[in-house]
């Protein structure tokens, strides 16, 4: 049985769909698959009693067709500062067998084609996550009405466990391992805090 945890951070993500991304509404991508980075950095985190602050997580996924319709390709990526309690904890919860949202994403993958511990680098601030010869992104904010702050997308499916999204483009946005390998640079992104929490 998976101990009690949660998890408050923020999440910067990357895909191949047009600014705008349809997936976000329930409709199908741009192109007609997905292609996506998923960034997490955990500002504060407990799994049972194993802290889990300042830890890194990012996802790879390939959807072939609508993105909640599932059968995803994906790869995983853990910090490899975590000792063994903690890399315990990070499997369990992103591996999705501690319920919460990221057992809903870890049940639209069909194939998990590998995990990695490795170093992970994110800045909330730049709006940028790496993995060394791996993966880099890094988003702009894309501007709303007001001129001052991005356009966001509230109550989307993902809600209330990730926040508002914040819209963002591409300035970069490269992944190859596995077999995989895309480009996102131009295309749709978006950033947001997440609160996740199970079982």
């Known amino acids: 049985m998976p101990e009690k945890w949660a998890l408050d951070g923020d999440w910067i993500n990357s895909c191949s769909?047009?600014?705008g991304c349809p997936c976000l509404f329930y409709s199908d991508p741009t192109k007609g698959h997905c292609d996506a980075l998923d960034g997490f950095h955990i500002n504060k985190g407990k799994y049972g009693?194993?802290?889990?602050?300042g830890l890194n997580v990012v996802m790879a996924s390939h959807a072939p067709g609508n993105f909640w319709k599932g059968n995803w390709s994906a790869a995983l990526y853990l910090d490899n500062r975590a000792?063994?309690?903690?890399?315990?904890?990070?499997?369990?919860?992103?591996?999705?067998k501690a319920g919460g949202a990221p057992a809903l994403l870890a049940g639209l993958i069909k194939e998990l084609k590998g995990l990695k511990w490795t170093p992970i680098e994110f800045d909330a601030k730049k709006i940028w996550v790496k993995v060394p010869g791996v993966l880099e992104y890094?988003?702009?904010p894309t501007e709303g009405g007001d001129k001052k702050k991005p356009i966001q997308v509230s109550n989307h499916p993902l809600s209330p466990a990730v926040d508002s999204m914040s819209m963002g483009t591409g300035v970069m946005s490269h992944f190859k391992d596995y077999g995989m390998e895309w480009d996102n640079t131009g295309k749709d992104g978006n950033y947001s805090g997440f609160h996740f929490k199970g079982p």
């Open 17 to 19: 769909c047009d600014s």
């Open 138 to 140: 890094q988003l702009k």
């Open 49 to 53: 009693k194993v802290k889990l602050d």
């Open 83 to 96: 000792n063994k309690d903690q890399q315990m904890a990070l499997e369990t919860i992103f591996g999705g």
